[in-house]
């Protein structure tokens, strides 16, 4: 596409046209380098970068994910994401684990070849610039995340357990049941948290999203993503998480919401300050429930290996729940 081409191009899909000399970048490699309205041309394709994604969470909020570029389509004027070659290795802690964790657009291109057309997942394509870096461009899903939603969630727990969360638990498991169809391919999602969920607006679909971790555990080779799914419950069973700060723990490790002391066991394997006995401050969460989130905690003796037995337990709890707690059933979970 000539540069006149591109130029008016732009101008119908932006109501803008260019200033000054059009910026076409072939080679992404200098991320840092593409600004907004400049161009990405991949395979004979053409897009316009609007700007940056930006981290929400983890002390980083609204800092640029200069990777990661919000883009226009100049074919159709599609949004997109394109996700630049980045790559990033760090160890993280799991009990007395120390697990390497690394980016790997490899497998991110891979597992969007894999789950093509599957509705719970991301979907894109990735083509490739003149230096062979592989961008992935995906199509823009609009949403908040699972957890900007849960967060944003008005009402006491009691009511929100009760009436809101047999919706959310229903959909949370399908999202669940995605994570265990990836395994089955041989695949880690790799970064399983509450704000990689996308709950899509139009739909109420939670589609999971970045696949582009990677992690070194040969003994548990889904051990990660289990977690991450333990995660995932207990912030849907709490509404949100309980922390030692927000309990208030005072003399004897009691908090102000419960006469029974909490101890190291009651807490998070992966995040020491979190509660997942969550039983000891919301006494109305059946105990079958519960037992599923102890499993994730410093004080058991068990884990899960494979995301098919949690889903298992979890099928038995919902059934268990729905005849013998849930009522009144609001029907919300997203939409």
């Not at 894109?124 to 969630?153: C, K, M, Q, W």
Request: charge should be negative.
């Amino acid at each position: 596409m000539m540069e006149a081409q591109l130029r008016e191009r732009i101008k119908e899909f932006s109501r803008f046209a260019p200033r000054g000399s059009l910026r076409v970048h072939r080679n992404t490699s200098e991320f840092m380098e593409i600004r907004p309205d400049d161009v990405i041309e991949l395979e004979g394709r053409f897009f316009l970068v609007r700007g940056e994604e930006s981290e929400g969470r983890f002390g980083l909020d609204g800092e640029p994910k200069f990777w990661v570029k919000r883009a226009v389509d100049l074919e159709d004027g599609a949004p997109h994401i394109l996700k630049l070659v980045f790559h990033e290795t760090f160890i993280m802690k799991l009990g007395e684990q120390r697990i390497r964790c690394y980016r790997s657009p490899q497998k991110e291109s891979r597992i969007l070849e894999k789950v093509k057309g599957h509705p719970h997942f991301m979907q894109g394509v990735t083509l490739y610039d003149e230096a062979g870096n592989p961008v992935r461009v995906i199509e823009r899903i609009r949403g908040a995340s699972f957890y900007e939603f849960i967060n944003g969630l008005d009402l006491d727990h009691r009511r929100y357990f009760l009436e809101v969360f047999p919706e959310i638990f229903e959909k949370v498991l399908a999202s669940f049941e995605a994570i265990a169809t990836l395994h089955r391919m041989g695949e880690i999602h790799g970064d399983v948290r509450n704000d990689h969920i996308l709950i899509e607006r139009q739909t109420g679909l939670y589609r999971w999203i970045d696949f582009d971790y990677a992690y070194e555990w040969t003994e548990q080779p889904f051990g990660v993503d289990l977690f991450g799914l333990g995660n995932i419950l207990l912030f849907a069973v709490g509404k949100g998480f309980h922390t030692i700060d927000m309990l208030g723990m005072g003399a004897g490790g009691v908090p102000a919401q419960t006469a029974e002391p909490l101890t190291a066991d009651d807490f998070s394997l992966f995040f020491p300050n979190r509660l997942m006995n969550l039983r000891k401050i919301f006494p109305y969460i059946p105990d079958s429930l519960n037992h599923v989130l102890m499993y994730f905690s410093s004080g058991a003796e068990v884990f899960y290996e494979e995301a098919e037995e949690m889903i298992a337990d979890l099928h038995h709890c919902k059934e268990l729940c729905r005849r013998e707690v849930f009522h009144g059933t609001q029907g919300a979970g997203g939409r």
